[in-house]
Nanobody
Framework: QVQLVEAGGGLVQAGDSLRLSCAAS????????MGWFRQAPGKERQFVAGINGGGRTYYADIVKGRFTISRDNVKNTVSLQMNRPEPEDTAVYYC????????????????WGQGTQVTVSS
């Protein structure tokens, strides 16, 4: 069983930076692939970035080059550094975990955090 708690959301101006973090409890954190997803009002939940236990990273095209995902397998945390955010990045951001490999489909993730709101003003 893995419990996830996100932090770091808020209001940010376009072009500034914001860092989201996710703290995981439970055993075997390094065995889990971690993902960040987001959901805007009226839209489906979408993949943003993922990282497997060994540190290989994956990004959605719309955030590639602007966002960076990282993890600390000692502290059991995963972070999303959001650089140059745009108003279109406004959404609730969720941290998710699944065994072994990163997937881009939300249904493949067994564990989810409660979400944190990110609002980017123009």
């Amino acid at each position: 069983q893995v419990q996830l708690v996100e932090a770091g959301g808020g209001l940010v101006q376009a072009g500034d930076s914001l860092r989201l973090s996710c703290a995981a409890s439970g055993r075997g954190f390094s065995d889990y692939a971690m993902g960040w997803f987001r959901q805007a009002p009226g839209k489906e939940r979408q993949f943003v970035a993922g990282i497997n236990g060994g540190g290989r990273t994956y990004y959605a095209d719309i955030v590639k080059g602007r966002f960076t995902i990282s993890r600390d397998n000692v502290k059991n945390t995963v972070s999303l550094q959001m650089n140059r955010p745009e108003p279109e990045d406004t959404a609730v951001y969720y941290c998710a975990a699944r065994r072994l490999l990163v997937e881009t489909t939300p249904d493949r993730y067994a564990y989810w955090g409660q979400g944190t709101q990110v609002t980017v003003s123009s």
